[in-house]
Structures are given as structure tokens and as C-alpha cells.
């Protein structure tokens, strides 16, 4: 019998970093991290040696000096008085604020409008064609500023809503008043306010809205478990267990218990002397690069629901039909499941970019991190490297978090096959 041994390893040599497939892709990459890494040594060394020649330095300090100048749009309390750190944190909140809104709607609107553009109904699917084509090919500043200037030249002023038969009347049953400065709406009221928990820096978070995220909480928690044990019953039984009345109570009535017990109402708008008061009044700035976000990611969004549910097999539509399923069930039980793993990874972008672009809000005057850090604390401290750099770095954190976010809930959604 003969002995068959292993063919002996050939000793290291240094040509091996090159022509041994084991060695060579690291070897690449240890070259290309190398020359990365000179690069931007060389980037920053060259950066702090041109201000040292210009007689400045590279600090943040500016941002515990005195802002000196006023916001229009504050989520929380600010003074002209109030530090440049202070101002860019109220930016970045309006930032936060305006891209959310705008991410929650741009996707109502696409999915409402890609599900519209297969209607067989000819003339809404080409209407829906034509929204989506004019708000596709026109840049988002010239939407922003097209809406800014209706707001303006067709809506009235205040004063025009006064008098017994004023030219103008409130929307939405006397609740909302459009006027050319600012939209006013309804605010939230409590006939038995808790107070607030004072979190310092003259932040303050009102104890019933607490209450109301524990409940909401909560009741998120017991739907999941009543779900994952309605799971287990059927993957036992086969047989599932209904749930909808169950979590329906967890999700309601608790909610519906608190809104009883603070008394909580809306505050409708009353015109007194020449503004409204008693409601919230939104700058209209923030209401025209809101709805232009909107109007304009929606129209990318629309593509993307709809390329995603023509990627669905003709096949499952005609089976769904075949077991009696009408159109409307079919579509969300069955069709648009299986297209959201073509949507999701087209939609993170689409959310990305809503994000970024909402940098445009300077052409509106909504003062966002735009506005604030790379806007107005930029031109008075001079920091222009420094405004730059922070500016930067948020925004990269952002759509960090957005994609992550995103990743995590498609991982969630996609389907499991076996």
C-alpha cells in the first residue's frame, strides 16, 4: 500500500506578497491603506501650515461665544444671547423636524400615487403620469421657490379674515387659517395639566406627553408579544388565534383613558387685532420647503413603488384573484409584501437625499443647520473650516443613522425564503 503524503509548504519568499493569490489581495490592501493614509496626512498638514500662515488656528471654540442674533423657528427656548452651539442645535432640530415630516409624506404620496399610475382607470393613471414627469425633470429650488411665491402673492394677510364677511375663511372646519406670513393651526390644550419635568438648559418635557409615549410603548410591546404568541399557537396547531380586538384595546384604550383624564383638546386659531392667537402659528417657510419636499421626493418615490410592484409575478395577482381576493385585499396582502424588497433599498436614498436636500431651506430663510451653523454663526465668527467641517460631519451622522435605520426594518420586512 503506498502512503500518499501532503505536498510540503513551500517556504515564504517576498515574491509570494505579489503572485501568491493568499498574499496578494492583502498586500493591495495594505498599499492602497498606506497611500490613503499619507494622503490625508498630508491633506491636514498642508490645511494647518496655510492657517498658520493666514494667523489662525484651528478650534471650536466659537461655539460657547455669544450668538447675538435671533431664530424665527425655535423647538426649544433661545435667546439672541444664547451661545452659537446652542443656535446650531435648534438648526439641526428644525433639520431633523422639516426631513422627517418630509419622509413620512414623500412616502404617502409616492405609494398613493405608484399604485394610482397602474390604476385601469385611463385618465387618473395619466394624471398621475403627469404629476410625476413635471415634478421629476424640474429642479427641487425652483419647486421651492414657486410655492414660496404663492404663498405670498396669493394668500392673504391676516387682517383679511376680520369682520362678519371677511374675503377670506378658515379650512378645514374653521381650524386652519392660510395667510401670507405663517399657517396657523390648532394647538393641544390639557384642563389638567401635570406640569413638566425640567430637564435643564431651559428645556422642559410635559409630564402627560411622557405618560403618553410609556403607553404607546407599552402597548407596542404587549402587540408584539400577543403576536408572537398567536405565532406559536399556529406554527403548534395550525390553527391561528384572533388577535385584532385585542390589540386593538391595548393600542386605544389606554391612550383614549388619557386623553380623558388630562382633557385633552384643540385650541382652534382666533383672530385678535391683526394676528391669530390661541392656536400654533407655523412659519411659512417651513410650510413651503415642507410641501416642496414632499411634492418632489414623492414623485422618486412613485417610481420606485411602482417598478417595485411591476417586479411582482403577473402570477401572484392571478392566483390571489383565483382563491376570491378583491383587488384592493390583493394588493396589500400580497403584491406590495413582496415588492418591498425591490422598494426599500431605492427607497433609503430617496430619504437621504430629502435629507440633504433640505440644506435648500436658505433660500426660504428657514433657519436650519444650514442656516444657523453654515449660515449665519459662519459669516460672524469667520470660522468658515471649522462650520464646514461640523456641517460635515452632521450631515454624514444623519444619513448614517437613516441607513441603518432603513437596513434594520428592510432585514425586518424582507421575505424568508427557503
Avoid at 478650534?59 to 450668538?67: I, K, M, S, T, V
Avoid at 406590495?336 to 426599500?344: D, G, K, N
Wanted: aromatic share 10%.
Amino acid at each position: 500500500m503506498t502512503d500518499v503524503s501532503a505536498p510540503a509548504t513551500p517556504p515564504f519568499r517576498l515574491s509570494m506578497l505579489v503572485y501568491d493569490r493568499r498574499y496578494r489581495s492583502m498586500t493591495f490592501q495594505v498599499i492602497v491603506f498606506v497611500l490613503v493614509m499619507a494622503f490625508g496626512w498630508w491633506l491636514v498638514n498642508n490645511t494647518i501650515q496655510n492657517l498658520q500662515a493666514l494667523g489662525k488656528d484651528f478650534n471650536f471654540g466659537f461655539l460657547f461665544q455669544r450668538a447675538g442674533y435671533d431664530l424665527p423657528q425655535t423647538p426649544i427656548p433661545y435667546t439672541s444671547d444664547d451661545t452659537h452651539l446652542r443656535a446650531a442645535i435648534i438648526g439641526l432640530m428644525n433639520t431633523v423636524i422639516v426631513s422627517i415630516l418630509g419622509c413620512i409624506a414623500a412616502t404617502i404620496v409616492g405609494v398613493v400615487v405608484g399604485v394610482a399610475r397602474l390604476s385601469n382607470n385611463w385618465l387618473f393613471a395619466r394624471l398621475m403620469t403627469v404629476y410625476v414627469e413635471i415634478f421629476r425633470n424640474i429642479p427641487l429650488l425652483l419647486w421651492i421657490l414657486i410655492i414660496y411665491a404663492l404663498f405670498t402673492e396669493i394668500l392673504p394677510a391676516p387682517s383679511a379674515y376680520r369682520g362678519e364677511d371677511p374675503a377670506w375663511s378658515m379650512v378645514l372646519f374653521d381650524n386652519v387659517a392660510l395667510t401670507n406670513r405663517y399657517t396657523s393651526i390648532p394647538a393641544l390644550g390639557l384642563t389638567n395639566d401635570p406640569g413638566s419635568l425640567e430637564l435643564g438648559a431651559r428645556v422642559s418635557v410635559s409630564w402627560a406627553l411622557i405618560a403618553f409615549m410609556v403607553v404607546l410603548i407599552g402597548g407596542w410591546m404587549v402587540r408584539t408579544a400577543l403576536h408572537k404568541r398567536a405565532q406559536q399557537i399556529q406554527d403548534a396547531t395550525g390553527q391561528r388565534p384572533t388577535t385584532w380586538w385585542q390589540t386593538l384595546a391595548v393600542m386605544t384604550v389606554p391612550s383614549l383613558f388619557l386623553i380623558w383624564f388630562f382633557g385633552l383638546h384643540l385650541l382652534p386659531p382666533e383672530l385678535k387685532g391683526f394676528n391669530f392667537s390661541g392656536g400654533m402659528n407655523v412659519d411659512n417657510s417651513f410650510v413651503v420647503l415642507w410641501l416642496a419636499l414632499t411634492l418632489y421626493t414623492g414623485a422618486f418615490i412613485a417610481e420606485i413603488v411602482r417598478a417595485g410592484i411591476l417586479a411582482v409575478s403577473k402570477g401572484q395577482s392571478e392566483a390571489a384573484f383565483a382563491l376570491g381576493l378583491r383587488p384592493r385585499r390583493t394588493m396589500n396582502l400580497v403584491i406590495l409584501p413582496q415588492a418591498l424588497r425591490v422598494i426599500i433599498p431605492p427607497l433609503i436614498s430617496q430619504f437621504l437625499n430629502l435629507t440633504k436636500n433640505s440644506s435648500l431651506a436658505i433660500a426660504v430663510g428657514y433657519m436650519d443647520l444650514r442656516g444657523t451653523l453654515g449660515g449665519t454663526t459662519l459669516n460672524q465668527t469667520g470660522r468658515e473650516l471649522e462650520a464646514m467641517v461640523l456641517m460635515m460631519a452632521i450631515y454624514l451622522a444623519l444619513s448614517l443613522i437613516i441607513s441603518a435605520g432603513m437596513n434594520v426594518f428592510n432585514s425586518r420586512v424582507k421575505l424568508k425564503e427557503r
